[in-house]
C-alpha cells in the first residue's frame, strides 16, 4: 500500500502542483480580462502608462515567485514544502487582494486565495512516506 496517497489517490506533489498551476492560470487571465475594462488599473499601467525597468522587474519577480511551488512541490521535501508554500502564499495572496477591482476579480482572486490557501494546508498534512519491505 502506498501510504504518500490522499484519499483521493493523488499524490501530495501532484495535487500540490496542480493547484499551484492552477493559480497562476487563474492570476494571468484575471490581467488579462483587466486589460479589456476601460476602468482597470491593470490596464492604465500595463497600456496607457510607460513602465520603467524596475517596474517590469517587479512584475518579473512576482510571477517567478508565484510559478515557482509548481517545480518546487516536486524538488522539495515535504518539511521544506510546508514552509515554502506558506510563506509563498502569504506572499501571493497580498499581492492578489491588492491587485484589481471589478466583481470578475473578485471572482478570480476569491479562487485564488481559495486554491492557496488548499495549498498550504495540504502542505501542513503532508504526511511523510512509510517504507514497508
Known amino acids: 500500500m502506498n501510504n504518500n496517497k490522499s484519499t483521493f489517490g493523488i499524490e501530495p506533489k501532484v495535487k500540490l502542483s496542480l ?5 497562476v492560470l487563474l492570476m494571468a487571465y484575471a490581467d488579462i480580462v483587466s486589460l479589456m475594462d476601460p476602468t482597470s488599473a491593470i490596464r492604465e499601467r500595463m497600456v496607457g502608462t510607460p513602465m520603467s525597468a524596475g517596474f517590469l522587474l517587479a512584475g518579473a519577480v512576482v510571477m517567478v515567485i ?3 511551488p509548481v517545480v518546487l512541490a516536486w ?3 515535504y518539511k521544506v514544502n510546508r514552509w515554502v508554500s506558506a510563506v509563498i502564499g ?3 495572496i497580498q499581492q492578489i487582494v491588492t491587485g484589481g477591482h471589478g466583481w470578475y476579480y473578485v ?3 476569491s479562487v485564488e ?10 502542505t501542513w498534512k ?8
Do not use: D, G, H, R
Not at 503532508?126 to 519491505?133: A, G, M, Q, R, S
Open 107 to 109: 471572482l478570480f482572486e
Open 75 to 77: 524538488v522539495l521535501n
Open 66 to 68: 508565484s510559478i515557482a
Open 19 to 23: 493547484l499551484w498551476i492552477f493559480v
Open 113 to 122: 486565495v481559495v486554491c492557496i490557501l488548499l495549498a498550504i494546508w495540504f
Open 90 to 92: 502569504a506572499f501571493m
Open 126 to 133: 503532508w504526511k511523510p512516506v512509510v517504507k514497508t519491505e
